[in-house]
């Protein structure tokens, strides 16, 4: 009897993976409708008490508390917060037994997730429950492949990670209490000092851009989940606590985390899935020097590394700052632009990212608008010549991509030489020749030679450049030439 149970339960559940979608648009209207309700409701008495918004509840798909419709999350990027997981879906998947005790009795009020390991490193989860009081309880399963929900609801197949335990509502209140005391006591102490802090930091830093207030992340503090530094490999029915050891995964697997909210008519979390690595997490800012201020941009930086396609890590079109995640030697393509800016397109190796250590990674903006100018140095000449010698190639890949990522945009080449002013108006052919060299570079690499012009420097330019050379007022300027934007084509 028992074989034959399970052969109609299986078959129900393919059943029910057919027919599930004639029924999600019925289904959801009627949830949405419901929900929207209850989210009017609760806008009218903020704006009565002139508090501020609550945060935007994300509605957990239709069947998502089955196996079969898991939702795939994109690794270090919080989900949610959701709306309430409600009942056990149209199978009960997870049912403990005599011979696998550790599992949820049965599932109450739950969703499934799914996320794929892209690098090697260990499993971290972080979940954030709307309601403390909450009883959330969950499993991690590796997907074994074919049939792999099956094998979950025959139970033939093990949670790799368990975190069962009971609430202790008790020692929570408690700890909620005396924590809401500390806080309110650290801020009346913090107060009376915060702006002489804050002066002293200003005038540290000084001479660089002063940092933006950065928004702290959607991730809420976790209350339950899944840590590298946690010492429990697993909580069980009889035990209470928060938190389990991560678990090591491999690129290319999948696991799916079914979560499970034990209290009646409970609310949502937000859930985060990483992988740990020694990794290298600088802030990443834009910044426009000529305002003098941060400016956000639309941002996508896409992953070269482990096992599949392209991954994208970013894809932000109001990025304002924050730290981003990179894996050593993974490469990473960087794509970042704004209206009245150039765009900045970059291809590097993390692995030259930590090498240099720098905490913070700044781009500047460069505006696109007439009298933008760009000095050129690194540049070398053969001697009393236009001919281009060194490495070139690089110094001005740089600037090459700029224009071709806006071709609307013309500007001049006007080229320098260094000078004693003894044959003025030699040297004034001299940058000329120079200028027009460097133009014929850009038009042999895809540039349109009608969006170039090209000029020399002036008489008086080589006198004040003998003249402070001679001096011993700096020397000669490293600057070989300045790249300066005339306007926009009649086209644009």
């Known amino acids: 009897m028992k074989n034959i149970k399970q052969i109609f339960t299986a078959l129900l559940a393919l059943a029910i993976l057919m027919l599930g979608s004639s029924e999600a648009q019925a289904q959801n209207k009627k949830s949405t409708g419901k929900k929207t309700t209850t989210t009017t409701k609760t806008t009218k008495k903020k704006s009565k008490a002139a508090e501020p918004a609550a945060p935007s509840l994300v509605e957990l798909p239709y069947n998502s508390n089955d196996c079969l419709f898991a939702i795939p999350l994109t690794l270090d990027k ?64 590796r997907n074994t492949g074919a049939y792999f929900s099956n094998q979950v609801m025959l139970n033939k197949v093990n949670p790799v990670a368990v975190n069962l335990a009971n609430i202790d509502s008790a020692a929570m209140f408690k700890a909620v209490m005396g924590k809401n005391k500390q806080e309110k006591a650290s801020r009346n102490q913090e107060r009376p000092h915060s702006n002489t802090q804050q002066k002293g930091n200003k005038q540290a830093s000084s001479d660089l851009p002063e940092l933006p207030n950065i928004a702290p992340s959607a991730d809420a503090k976790p209350t339950i989940g899944m840590l590298i530094d946690a010492t429990d490999r ?65 941002l996508m930086i896409l992953e070269r590394g482990g096992k599949g396609a392209e991954r994208p890590i970013v894809q932000d079109e109001h990025y304002r700052g924050g730290r981003i995640k990179f894996i050593p030697d993974f490469g990473y393509l960087l794509y970042a632009k704004k209206d009245g800016y150039f765009s900045i397109y970059k291809e590097f190796n993390s692995r030259e990212l930590m ?16 009298g ?9 000449f053969e001697s009393g010549e236009a001919t281009m010698i060194g490495n070139y190639d690089s110094v001005l890949t740089e600037y090459l991509a700029m224009f071709r990522n806006h071709p609307e945009v013309t500007f001049l080449v006007k080229g320098y030489v260094q000078s004693y002013g003894v044959d003025a108006e030699a040297d004034m052919l001299l940058s000329l020749e120079r200028a027009k060299a460097i133009k014929q570079w850009f038009t042999k690499n895809g540039i349109d030679p009608k969006r170039i012009a090209t000029a020399g420097m002036t008489k008086n330019e080589i006198k004040r450049a003998a003249a402070a050379a001679l001096n011993d007022k700096g020397g000669f300027s490293s600057i070989r030439a300045e790249l300066i934007i005339t306007g926009k084509t009649a086209e644009q």
């Open 355 to 370: 090498e240099k250590g720098d905490t913070v990674m700044l781009y500047n903006m460069e505006r696109t608008e007439r």
């Open 78 to 141: 919080p989900y949610g917060p959701t709306t309430a997981p409600d009942g056990a879906g149209r199978i009960q998947e997870i049912v403990a037994d005599k011979a696998h005790p550790n599992l949820f009795e049965r599932e109450h009020n739950s969703v499934w997730y799914k996320v794929t390991i892209p690098y090697n490193g260990q499993l971290e989860i972080r979940i954030a429950q709307n309601s403390q009081w909450d009883d959330y309880d969950f499993l991690v399963y």
């Open 234 to 298: 697993m909580l069980t029915k009889k035990q209470t606590g928060n938190f389990i050891q991560s678990i090591p995964v491999r690129a290319g697997e999948e696991y799916y985390i079914v979560l499970d909210n034990n209290t009646p008519n409970g609310q949502g979390h937000t859930i985060t899935a990483t992988v740990h690595v020694d990794a290298y997490e600088p802030l990443l800012l834009f910044y426009d020097k000529r305002a003098r201020k941060y400016v956000d941009v639309n």
């Open 372 to 380: 933008s100018s760009f000095p050129v140095s690194g540049l070398y």
